[in-house]
């Protein structure tokens, strides 16, 4: 059994990113309109990004996929065998699945993406599929 968790110090960086990116892009629109206040757009995206942050945090970063007997179980009954995975690739910081019929679920805020696809095509190569 293998548990894969949302890491919390790349739920922070991520957020920081996107109220970044928030931060432009109100800044850019109210500029854009002629707005006198473009910089409340830095404002109103930073606040945006930090509030959805702090009020999804702990929902977040409780949800654990575990990976045994041949799937994937993640958050809210979702189950991914391994056997019907098409692609595992990566997202920024989260890794995504998908499957035969097209379903796609993510694996998000994992601190190092990249092993968290390791292992889940070890996995698979062990119930014998390949990538």
């Not at 109210?30 to 910089?39: E, F, Y």
């Not at 929902?59 to 009954?77: F, I, T």
């Not at 692609?87 to 989260?94: H, L």
Request: glycine residues 12%.
């Amino acid at each position: 059994m293998t548990v894969f968790s949302p890491d919390r110090d790349t739920y922070i960086k991520t957020h920081k990113i996107m109220g970044v990116v928030a931060m432009a892009l109100g800044f850019a629109v109210l500029w854009i309109a002629g707005n006198p206040h473009a910089w409340t757009g830095l404002i109103g995206g930073a606040a945006a990004v930090a509030l959805r942050g702090w009020y999804l945090k702990d929902e977040e970063l409780g949800h654990d996929w575990v990976m045994e007997d041949g799937a994937l179980n993640g958050p809210g009954g979702r189950r991914v065998f391994l056997a019907d995975l098409v692609k595992v690739k990566t997202i920024g910081s989260a890794v995504q699945l998908i499957n035969t019929a097209g379903d796609k679920h993510l694996i998000k805020f994992q601190a190092d993406p990249e092993a968290t696809i390791n292992k889940i095509n070890a996995a698979r190569s062990a119930v014998g599929e390949t990538t």
